[in-house]
């Protein structure tokens, strides 16, 4: 497994008139920023979209982490990639053909990332691992911030940790939903190495320091499991 984690705060979180100051907030202390895209067709609920992608872009340099909640994402993924994101996640569900569009993705000059919702099983995906860079097990139903963590959804990531030992494979095993430091410990025992959190991150009193903080406990579980 990879030796250091990712922690990658949701901006969905943060206050959306000042985006600029609150990545700025962040950027120093964790390793990508996450940006959830809700179409309010996918999910029932709208987030932003690609012109905020392009202007925060030019406003930090720490890797953007885009999450697509959205239909159709074969027309709208590889605009993301063009704005400069360092990965693009669409969802399994909202995709026909995922080894197509990941190929889409790298061929754009970005990583690609195929996300699992709650109800869906992970076993027909796992198949598709040898084609992403990132896998992500949702640890919630998709769709909105603040939610509780669903312990029972690990058993998805223990899955996909185990195909990826056996595969020999270099892909970010990822876990979005209800993470904050009384639930990454056990989501990194079971595998992931890189860890989305929101409300854990952007409704501290300091953010940087709660990034800190879920580093240190995630790094200690990945180690000793
Ligand atoms: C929800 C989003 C998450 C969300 C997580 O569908 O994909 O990234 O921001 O928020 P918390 O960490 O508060 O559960
Ligand atoms: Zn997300």
Redesign the pocket.
Known sequence: MESSPIIAP?I??ADFARLAEEVHTIEDAADWV?V?V?DNHF?PNLSIGLPVVQSLRKATSIPFDV?L?ITDPERWAPGYAEAGAYNVTFHAEACEDPVALAKTLRAAGTKAGLAIDRDTPIEPYLELLPYVDTLLV?T?K??????K?MPELLDKVRAVRRRISTMGLEIRLEV?????ADTIEQAAEAGADAF?????VYAADDPAEAVRKLRALAQRAMVTP
């Open positions: 949701s969905l979180a996450h959830d809700m999910v999450h909640m949702m919630i998709a769709g909105f911030g603040g939610q963590f979005d939903g209800g993470i904050a989305v959190a929101g409300t854990a």
